[in-house]
């Protein structure tokens, strides 16, 4: 896989501090895509396109760092440690990509799943973990309810930012959990398209990501969502999210699944696609 971020990305899972890290967003879709493709598995579409190029690196924060928190302490270390700088306090961070130009640059995006009151853990504002002190923070993400079930394993090859060639693991969200979180982006942009809500640029790329990992499904995938979905069935933004797929790809004409055209590269099913979509969130 040759992309600008990979060594960035190497440079952190490398690192042991890194476990409890979590890579979503849309350089987790390019690794699960370029694993897939190296070890040729059947996916339920065949062909399915590209996904899109990013600068950002958005991680999920696993909710025990903030209990263990010398585990927690350790991932800000590495952070430091390869000079990343808060561009808002203790979530979000940046560095440029090499150091003799300033632009652009690498990105860090802190997230967290809503904790629940048994756990213990601390909300205020956006922020989870505030008060935990491990002056890290996870933006919440109410739709990242089961982003730490049954995650995904997948092996990483390249050259560290020092040249160094390692290969390492990295963890991303069980499809199931990384659907539901890319519906809800999705709507959110479109809610931004009927002027609901204020517009941020590129948030049509959400719902050409929902297309992407749900074509990217493998067969066991599919055998085991009922499985991976059953502890959820009664999270109240889970019946939610299922309406705002409808509303986004309830027909081919619709305006989620037309802006999935306008970025694909390669021809696209819409009736294999919107079937598995509904299967896999239980509608």
Known sequence: MNDPLLPHLLDIITDPASEGLILTGGFGIRIKQASLRATEARTLIPVFPEARATQDLDFF???????????????????DRLQYTEYTPQYQFGKPFRSENPEPKVKIDLLARSPSPEEGIRVKGPRVGSGAGIELHGRETPE??????????IPVSGARSDGQEVTAQVLVPHPYAWINLKVKAAHDWLRMERGEIARKP?????????????????????EAMEEVRAPYWNTPIRSEIQ????DLFGSEQSQGFQTVVQQANVPTDYATFYEALRSVLGS
Do not use: I
Not at 62 to 72: D, M, P
């Open 61 to 79: 924060l696993s909710l025990s760092l903030f209990v263990q928190k010398e585990r927690g302490t350790a991932v800000r270390a590495l952070f």
């Open 144 to 153: 990242g309810f089961a982003v730490e079930e049954r995650l995904l394993a």
């Open 202 to 222: 590129n948030s049509e790329k959400h719902a050409f990501d929902v297309y992407v990992l749900t074509a990217m499904l493998t067969e066991s995938e599919l």
């Open 243 to 246: 309406n705002y797929a409808f």
